[in-house]
């Protein structure tokens, strides 16, 4: 350590470095150290005796507090079932996605059911927060709102007053007197999460922060703030899309990868209890290009309309566009079709658009993908009420996926009569399906879903 405990953090990864260097040892940024003392009490040099650890069993004497319930399903389902007392929660996204607007109908939601609720703002002012809340029919909630960026303050004040959930937006305005660097510095965001993580945990208060995501999708700058925090949810949405997905990336109180599905329409965020249906599009004819990918988000399944779109290449290099799915599996997905099914891309470009906002990362999507491509080449529609899904790999094998009942269930629900899958080892594929006469196309190789599609060979569709 350098002297009086001064250390260097690095501001775009959070790396903490005894020395200072022109270019970041961790992460490799230039300029990026800068210098953070440490204050020690007066007093403090002696090191204290050390007192030992007490062990505990793994069971507890006092039972759990309860949750508490905001009344916002699909934000408690995303919390693991209503909010942990004492636990702290980061709220990620873009900013103008929606983050204060969500946040501020749970805080009034709770509010409403009895909770103690406060609602600090550090980006509006308390009139600008009012005039949103009056317009939402929110402002007769009983919610303690403040604007304050003062740490100490903030500290203070919930110390006093013992609340059962605070919300800080954001964490990026925040700043403490303890340290020199400005707000918003990786220095400043980490100190303030840290001293209300640790004040939520002695005073029994949640804390939810609200964290704006930077251009490379990081929170705060570097993740400084998500292994401080008990769980970061996101809050993800496409721009001109009206939908909006939270989404439970760490949770030590539940289930992650779940997923909450909002509207955002001019009376705030409105919940999305089947989200399938909104995914889907309108009914009617299927076009070329055009399939529905049955997926599973979290615990819940979801059909989302994957749509292709094959081009000629005006350019000598063509272009790959996706929205929505992931551009690296894309590539892959093109390259097996060329490679084992002796479908040729190298002279065309290719779109990919996943409808409705929705962001999928299952490798079960690769069948769908796959299924959209070879659909728009071919000019052949996929049949009406026919579901895709299934994983590819690099052979050209289709690989079967988990919780196949529950997407075909999903599909049954929706009027689908029809699924492209891949064929279950050891099992007849009809033995999964939902009564009332679902067709199962199963595959085990992608060439034999080019054919399928490209000669509209399906079993028992409609
Ligand atoms: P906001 O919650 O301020 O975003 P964040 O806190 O993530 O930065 O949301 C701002 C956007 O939401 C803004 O573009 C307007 C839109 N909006 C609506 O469409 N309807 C509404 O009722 C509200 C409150 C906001
Ligand atoms: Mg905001």
């Known amino acids: 350590m350098a002297r009086d405990g001064a250390h260097y953090v690095c501001q775009s990864c959070g790396g903490v470095h005894a020395k200072w260097a022109g270019q970041c040892p961790s992460c490799g940024a230039w300029n990026s150290l800068v210098e953070e003392k440490q204050s020690r009490p007066p007093g403090a040099l002696k090191p204290a005796k050390a007192r030992g650890v007490i062990f505990e069993t793994l069971q507890s004497e006092t039972p759990e507090p309860a949750r508490i319930l ?12 209503g909010v942990v007392p004492g636990s702290a929660i980061l709220l990620g996204g873009d900013p103008g996605v929606g983050k204060s607007t969500l946040l501020l109908q749970a805080a009034a939601s709770a509010a409403r059911r009895g909770a103690r609720i406060a609602y600090v703002s550090g980006e509006e002012a308390v009139e600008q927060i009012r005039s949103r809340a009056s317009r939402m ?60 993580v640790r004040l939520a945990k002695s005073v029994g208060t949640a804390v939810i922060l609200v964290g704006h995501v930077t251009k490379d999708g990081q929170i705060a700058g570097p993740r400084v703030v998500e292994h401080m925090v008990d769980a970061v949810l996101s809050f993800e949405g496409e721009r001109g899309y009206p939908f909006r997905i939270l989404r439970g990336n760490k949770n030590r109180f539940g289930a992650t990868d779940e997923i909450g599905v909002f509207e955002m329409g001019d ?14 599009g309108e009914g009617g004819a299927r076009a070329p290009g055009s399939a529905v990918f049955a997926g599973i988000e979290g615990t819940r399944p979801v059909l989302v309309e994957v749509q292709a779109l094959v081009a000629p ?61 070879v659909s728009s080449v071919s000019e052949t529609p996929l049949p009406q009420n026919c579901v895709v899904f299934g994983e590819i790999s690099l052979s050209g094998d289709v690989r079967p996926v988990s919780r196949f009942e529950g997407r075909l269930r999903e599909a049954a629900k929706l009027g689908f009569d029809h699924a492209l899958c891949p064929v279950l080892p050891g099992r007849k594929g009809a033995e999964a399906v939902p009564s009332g006469g679902f067709g199962l196309t199963g595959v085990s190789r992608l ?14 569709s409609s």
């Open 70 to 81: 905001t009344g916002i399903g699909e934000f408690d389902r995303v919390c693991g079932g």
């Open 137 to 196: 029919g929110l402002a007769d909630a009983p919610v303690n709102l403040a604007a304050a960026t003062a740490l100490r303050d903030i500290v203070a004040t919930l110390k006093r007053e013992r609340f059962d959930i605070v919300v800080i937006d954001s964490i990026q305005t925040l700043w403490s007197d303890a340290h020199e660097a400005g707000p918003g510095s990786v220095t400043q965001v980490r100190a303030c999460a840290g001293e209300l």
């Open 267 to 280: 009376q705030g965020l409105g919940e999305v209890a089947n989200p399938s249906a909104l995914f889907l």
């Open 313 to 373: 290449s005006a350019y000598g290099t063509p272009r790959r566009a996706v929205v929505g799915w992931d551009t690296g599996r894309l590539a892959m997905v093109l390259a097996v079709l060329e490679a084992r099914c002796g479908l040729g891309f190298g002279d065309r470009d290719v779109y990919l658009n996943v409808a409705g906002g929705l962001r999928i990362s299952e490798p079960a999507a690769d069948l769908a993908a796959a299924a959209a491509l």
């Open 447 to 460: 060439g034999e879903a080019v054919a399928r599609i490209s000669e509209s060979r399906f079993e028992g």
